[in-house]
């Protein structure tokens, strides 16, 4: 389910089913980066939207934690941490993190299974049926990473 009126309806009525969020974390700069970090954010975006498909009325999607990519690890670290404080405490068993920015792979304070990192691949040029493609690969090593992080947590 997204982050959408009509879905949050269905939620609220089903909400002890719905045991698992996602967040996507968008990083944000306008330096000389900006594109390769549009690129970044755009990428999981959209595979939000193809992840979302498989787990409709398993999950609720939340809006992206944007963050500013040349940020301090430690400050974007803790607002993430205070994020998934307040999603576990609202009544969300599991709080998945999708992201293709390699910096959040290093931070210690995640545990392995709650931080999805997928590569992002420029999809800009691409012809939309090999995008389609993609993503549908891209969203099968993610269910993965999710089955192993419910497992995880048992």
Known sequence: MQWK??????????????????VPLVPIGLGQSMKPTVEKGEFIQLL????????????LFLPPYTYLSDEDESK???????????????GFKYVFFLTSDPV????EQFAPES???????????????YKQSIM????????KGIVNGWQASV
């Open 76 to 90: 974007k670290a803790g607002g993430l941490l205070k994020w998934k404080e307040t999603i576990k405490e609202s």
């Open 136 to 143: 549908e690969d891209q969203v099968k090593q993610l269910m």
């Open 48 to 59: 939000s939207l193809h992840l979302e498909r498989q787990f409709k009325g398993r999950m």
């Open 104 to 107: 959040w792979r290093n931070m």
């Open 5 to 22: 009126a009509k879905d949050i309806d269905v939620y609220l009525e089903e909400k002890e089913y719905i045991d698992t969020a996602v």
């Open 115 to 129: 931080l999805l990192f997928i590569p992002s691949i420029p999809l800009q040029d691409m012809d939309e049926q």
